[in-house]
């Protein structure tokens, strides 16, 4: 990381350096990656002044402005600003806000979803898939389970089977095999 120290009424000794770097190394923590700091000391009518400017990855700033009685006591002021800045930045990208819109619960289905399909085709996709669709609730007969899943065009099809009230599973096996899971006949 690049760091550019100026100071203005004020000599840039190698303590207050060292002292901001092991600040902005904490700052490391909270703004990821960063690529530059910028990094202003200034005393007027004894007033420290603390400006620093924290260029991170994926074009975030974060800026904040200090004073104190104390320059220490401006750069942990300063330093403390930008750690408020870098969390609530972390959770606007978290909560996946655009524009200041806050997520419906199904607008979250639906990008999870999407995030699925997306791993779905690159070979990652989660162990559990949610489907209700597949079940049918009321008592059905082998028959119309079977004409059933052929209308549906789905994978699998799990139903109640209307004579012996047992639940059983049809699964597609290629175009025309269909493969029939049944619970055992405990007697």
């Known amino acids: 990381m690049r760091i550019e120290y100026s100071g203005k009424k004020i000599p840039l000794t190698e303590a207050l350096k060292a002292k901001m770097e ?6 490391a923590r909270f703004t990821g990656k960063t690529s530059s700091a910028h ?42 600003a930008i750690e408020q800045q870098a969390k609530k930045d972390k959770e606007k990208r978290i909560a996946g806000r655009s524009k200041g ?4 619960i199904k607008a979250l289905e639906e990008a999870s979803s999407k995030e699925d399909a997306k791993k779905e085709k690159k070979g990652k996709a989660s162990p559990v898939n949610h489907r209700p669709d597949l079940y049918v609730p009321k008592p059905t007969s082998l028959q119309d389970a079977l004409l059933l899943l052929e209308e549906r065009k789905d994978p699998a099809l799990v139903f109640t089977e209307a004579s012996s009230g047992n639940l059983t599973v049809l699964v597609r096996q290629g175009k025309t095999r269909v493969l029939l899971i049944e619970p055992p006949i405990s007697g």
């Open 22 to 27: 092991k600040k902005l190394q904490k700052l």
């Open 39 to 80: 990094v202003s000391f200034e005393v007027e009518r004894h007033k420290h002044r603390v400006d620093l400017v924290i260029q991170a990855t994926h074009d975030r700033v974060f800026k904040a402005r200090s004073s104190a009685d104390d320059m220490y006591v401006a750069i942990s002021d300063a330093a403390d």
């Open 101 to 104: 819109e806050k997520r419906t």
